[in-house]
């Protein structure tokens, strides 16, 4: 990272011990630096618009305003700018981490995951790419396909929204949608991971997609992938 601007991270929890334990992670690590703490939604927002950090590390159950709203006040549609936001929380309030995917967060980890895992984590946010951990992945968007499915309705009136892809990239977004990694799809395929990255590209701009979060959204949306896959 000599050279390179470190990352910027927004610590946000209601609990000090675990926010210090972040903050303490975080800056021990090259190549990352801590922009700020945050003990509510509100202040994640607030210190989120005033700091501009480059990922935003956000739980969900927070007084004043709820991490969920905190993530759509901050990427969620409409925002003009907005601030890449990493989810980590539990299985035990699925409901609300699905909120939080549709508010627009870039990634989910555990609570209980491993601080490597954490800290490659945010790199992968702040590089521009989503993280979805594959037990989140497979947990939480197959328990709430139906519910996808049947949230926004409304679609892109030029025919299905996927009828833009072909039949690789289809192939590619389903996979992309059961949890895999892109290793895991390079494998499955017979393919290079710089290839599946390029689909995965290709389908994020043919689709007017942010990340590959919305991507699996869609996909679940429109009966791509179901609770059984």
Do not use: W
Request: one cysteine or more; aromatic letters at 4%; glycine letters at 8%.
């Amino acid at each position: 990272m000599t050279g390179s601007a470190p990352i910027r991270i927004l610590v946000c929890d209601d609990q000090p011990l675990v926010r210090t334990g972040y903050s303490t992670t975080f800056a021990a690590q090259p190549g990352f630096e801590v922009a700020g703490e945050a003990s509510n939604g509100r202040a994640a927002v607030d210190g989120a618009r005033r700091l501009r950090p480059d990922v935003v590390v956000m739980d969900v159950r927070m007084p004043v305003l709820d991490g969920i709203e905190a993530t759509r006040l901050l990427a969620g549609p409409g925002v003009p700018d907005p601030v890449k936001v990493l989810v980590v929380t539990t299985f035990n309030i699925d409901e609300y981490v699905y909120a939080a995917l549709r508010a627009g967060a870039s990634g989910f980890l555990l609570k209980d995951c491993l601080p490597a895992q954490l800290i490659e984590g945010v790199r992968t946010v702040a590089a521009g790419d989503s993280l979805l951990d594959p037990a989140v992945t497979r947990r939480l968007i197959g328990r709430f396909a139906a519910r996808i499915r049947n949230d926004d309705p409304a679609q892109p009136s030029a025919g299905h929204p996927l009828s833009a892809l072909t039949r690789r990239e289809t192939e590619v977004l389903k996979l992309v949608a059961a949890g895999l990694s892109n290793a895991e799809i390079a494998g499955v395929l017979f393919i290079g991971t710089e290839t599946v990255k390029t689909y995965v590209s290709r389908i994020l701009a043919k689709l007017q997609l942010r990340d590959r979060v919305q991507a699996v959204v869609l996909a679940y949306r429109v009966g791509l992938v179901r609770d059984r896959d």
